[in-house]
């Protein structure tokens, strides 16, 4: 099946900072999304993203699909932004969906 | 809008009791629907998922199964749970345009 690579696994920021999250995959994929889980364990969807590029605030998230590449980009890092952040695709002809293992990111004051 | 809604938020079982977990759909239509289990660390597991009433893919053997009477009613059951039945529990639905998870069942089995 597909394989889905996060990194880094781990990631701690100074509030203010930049950051980039990224996620590569080992076959073409219909679908793309971004999510992040919260210290409660919610899981909130931050971007559908299968290609090209999205903002929302502070958050943008570039798809580039013939490289099997996204990125996601966090600007101006609060501490509300703590948590692990999921990439999840969907190869192409299926509804299943494969995630990666996430980044646990810690903003720190 | 689209809402899903899943009960209970956390749930302490002893070993051999048994389970039901409950999700459902409201604002939409012959959804895709899915539960995923999250163990201590990160990954996210991916259990059953359905296509319609009464259609169930079991991704993993185990000691869980799933049913769905109604369109947007999707219930995780087992007859006897296991301490390794522990975790986190997730549904979620999908059309067009990707997951939405619901809030998620800690359970834990002691």
């Known amino acids: 099946g597909i394989q889905v690579e996060q990194s880094p696994p781990d990631l701690i920021l100074q509030e203010g900072a930049n950051s980039t999250l990224r996620c590569n995959f080992s076959d073409s994929v219909n679908n793309l999304q971004w999510f992040h889980?919260?210290?409660?364990?919610q899981l909130?969807?931050?971007?559908?993203?299968?290609?090209?590029?999205?903002q929302n605030g502070r958050l943008s998230a570039t798809t580039v699909a013939t490289e099997r590449y996204s990125l996601l980009y966090i600007s101006s890092?609060?501490?509300?932004?703590?948590g692990v952040y999921f990439c999840a695709v969907q190869p192409g002809g299926y509804q299943k969906v494969t995630f990666g293992i996430g980044t646990k990111l810690q903003v720190i004051p | 809008s689209q809402t899903i809604h899943q009960w209970p938020a956390t749930l302490v079982q002893p070993v051999g009791s048994p389970l039901?977990?409950?999700c459902t759909v409201e604002g939409?239509?012959?959804?895709?629907?899915?539960?995923y289990r999250q163990a201590a660390g990160r990954g996210l597991q991916l259990l059953f998922y359905s296509v319609g009433i009464g259609q169930i893919s079991s991704e993993?053997?185990?000691?869980?199964?799933a049913s769905r009477p109604q369109?947007?009613?999707?219930?995780?059951?087992?007859k006897k749970l296991l301490l390794s039945d522990s975790g986190f529990y997730l549904?979620?639905?999908s059309l067009v345009g990707g997951y939405t998870f619901g809030s998620g069942t800690r359970l834990t089995v002691v």
């Open chain 1, 37 to 41: 889980q919260n210290p409660w364990g």
């Open chain 2, 91 to 93: 549904c979620a639905w």
């Open chain 2, 60 to 65: 993993v053997p185990q000691n869980l199964s």
């Open chain 2, 71 to 78: 369109d947007r009613q999707f219930i995780l059951s087992s």
């Open chain 1, 77 to 82: 890092s609060q501490t509300t932004d703590s």
């Open chain 2, 28 to 35: 939409t239509s012959n959804p895709n629907l899915y539960w």
């Open chain 2, 20 to 22: 039901s977990l409950e």
């Open chain 1, 44 to 54: 909130i969807n931050l971007f559908y993203i299968p290609s090209g590029t999205k």
